[in-house]
């Protein structure tokens, strides 16, 4: 069964270092998702990208954040400078076009901010 | 503003019982009502989803209520089982598919033996 790979599965990182958080989605998919999720509390949307733009963003993502589509199959989220309340479950997510529009998670990346 | 509320943060149910959370929105312009499960470590998965045309949708132990009028929706879990202890979300988003998804704040669903 096709599903959206991320890596690293963890990662831990000094304030103010740049994190790379990277992500396959499933192959035929054109839409693609950044949603995070502090540690007890609900999944927060971040970002969507499609045909190679950012279609749509939440006020927590701002100018510290962006996404890259970099060769046609990653899909990147860059934290320029982390800061302490960055740390979180980061999820990519993916779906097809089209109406029903089921999104596939993956299993997330772990970012612990020290 | 949180734009859905969800109810009860935890539950605890008896095998073989039904697990009812409830959900509830603002945006009257939400069309999509999708339900995630997750266990521990992993991502949500999509477990069973409603458009506002239906009042309910079934999908084998799996059931959706949704009443427009109130700006509310439900999953139920018939013959809960083990397997279901998870945390379950509801969501809500407009637009075409399943865009920018607003979560509940979650729901820790324990099923004792």
């Known amino acids: 069964e096709p599903e959206v790979t991320q890596t690293p599965s963890h990662q831990v990182t000094q304030m103010g270092q740049e994190v790379i958080l990277r992500c396959v989605p499933i192959s035929n998919h054109l839409y693609f998702y950044w949603y995070r999720q502090i540690l007890g509390q609900k999944v927060e949307f971040l970002v969507s990208f499609y045909n190679n733009e950012i279609s749509e963003k939440s006020e927590i993502f701002d100018d510290q954040f962006s996404v890259e589509r970099p060769d046609g199959s990653n899909f990147t989220l860059k934290i320029r400078s982390t800061k302490l309340e960055d740390s979180a479950m980061y999820f990519c997510?993916?779906?097809?076009?089209?109406?029903?529009?089921?999104?596939?998670f993956g299993e997330g990346s772990r970012l612990t901010v020290l | 503003q949180q734009q859905v509320k969800q109810s009860p943060q935890s539950l605890i149910v008896q095998k073989g019982g039904i697990s009812i959370i409830n959900c509830a929105y603002e945006?009257?312009?939400?069309?999509?009502f999708p339900w995630y499960q997750q266990f521990p470590g992993k991502g949500p998965a999509l477990l069973i989803a409603?458009?506002?045309?239906?009042s309910e949708k079934k999908e084998g132990r799996f059931t959706i209520s949704f009443n427009k009028s109130a700006k509310q929706f439900s999953l139920h879990i018939m013959d809960s089982q083990p397997g279901d202890s998870a945390t379950y979300f509801c969501?809500?988003?407009?637009?075409?598919?399943?865009?920018?998804?607003?979560f509940g704040t979650g729901t820790r669903l324990t099923v004792i033996p």
């Open positions: 997510a993916s779906r097809a076009g089209g109406h029903t529009g089921e999104l596939f």
């Open positions: 409603i458009r506002p045309d239906v």
């Open positions: 945006n009257t312009a939400f069309d999509y």
């Open positions: 969501a809500a988003s407009k637009g075409t598919g399943a865009n920018n998804l607003f």
